[in-house]
Nanobody, 126 residues
Framework: QVQLVESGGGLVQAGGSLRLSCVAS????????MGWFRRAPGKEREFVAG????????RYADSVKGRFTISRNNAKNTVYLEMNSLKPEDTAVYYC???????????????????WGKGTLVTVSS
């Protein structure tokens, strides 16, 4: 059984930084596209960042470009999200997702993702 477990969330002041991690267990996900999504209170889930299986390709939501960086370590079955210059509007539960589809519009929509983590809460105070 595959599990994705996120960590690294917490409370931070605006302008601060956090690093999220997502560790996969149960099987290797080195051939999977992986991504970070978030759901803010009262809002729908939205795509944040994605990375191809090789790490060569990345994509970001416009709202986080230049502030967030996604990376992965396939040897550790882990994907990371470095978040800098955090804003109150970044407050959300952040979820890790994994799927064998390429990093395209289908993946970005997040529908039918093979695996999801349970999320980690990020709260940015003003």
């Amino acid at each position: 059984q595959v599990q994705l477990v996120e960590s690294g969330g917490g409370l931070v002041q605006a302008g601060g930084s956090l690093r999220l991690s997502c560790v996969a267990s149960g099987r290797t996900l080195s051939s999977y596209t992986m991504g970070w999504f978030r759901r803010a209170p009262g809002k729908e889930r939205e795509f944040v960042a994605g990375i191809s299986w090789s790490g060569r390709y990345t994509r970001y939501a416009d709202s986080v470009k230049g502030r967030f960086t996604i990376s992965r370590n396939n040897a550790k079955n882990t994907v990371y999200l470095e978040m800098n210059s955090l804003k109150p509007e970044d407050t959300a539960v952040y979820y890790c997702g994994a799927d064998p589809r390429p990093l395209n519009s289908d993946f970005i929509r997040g529908d039918g993702m093979d695996y999801w983590g349970k999320g980690t809460l990020v709260t940015v105070s003003s």
